[in-house]
């Protein structure tokens, strides 16, 4: 049977195992102001190397979204790779990941459609940030034409089991 040899970036990701409720705050725009929305989340193992988020909660305009995160680490490139996808949409995000705060903070890359609305693609950087054991933080951050990260949205999640 193959088994993988399991490394610290490893160790890392069951942190976020676990049950959380969270409630997430973001912008809708320039001069709208900003909308908050909540949920919960379900993050499990797979075998040792990987981890899968599902998340159900409301969206921001109404409506209800699932959500779904896989994250692992690949020690032979020394980085953590991921995807995301989302019911309220057609695209599958992959994620090109690293630790930018030494095991507190994962940033993860991603290019997708810009918020202009006119077909671009845009940087994007999602930022996983462990506070505490139960409490950590999703804040998402669109990268723009001046070559600086704007955030527009920012979620605390509470483990509760």
Not at 85 to 96: A, C, I, N
Request: glycine share 12%.
């Amino acid at each position: 049977m193959m088994k993988p040899d399991i490394h610290k970036e490893h160790e890392w990701l069951t942190r976020l195992v676990g049950e959380w409720s969270y409630e997430h705050e973001c912008s809708m725009g320039p001069d709208k102001p900003r909308e908050t929305f909540a949920g919960t989340e379900t993050v499990r193992a797979i075998g040792d190397a990987w981890i899968m988020a599902e998340g159900t909660g409301e969206m921001p305009g109404g409506g209800t979204a699932q959500t779904v995160l896989t994250l692992g680490y690949e020690p032979e490139n020394k980085r953590y790779v991921g995807t995301w996808f989302g019911s309220m949409m057609t695209r599958l995000w992959v994620y090109e990941a690293k630790i930018e705060e030494p095991f507190r903070r994962l940033a993860l890359h991603s290019d997708g459609p810009s918020f202009s609305g006119d077909g671009s693609i845009a940087s994007y950087k999602d930022v996983i940030e462990i506070l505490s054991d139960d409490h950590r933080t999703f804040t998402s951050y669109m990268l723009d034409a001046g070559g600086s990260w704007q955030e527009f949205m920012t979620g605390h999640y509470r483990r509760w089991k």
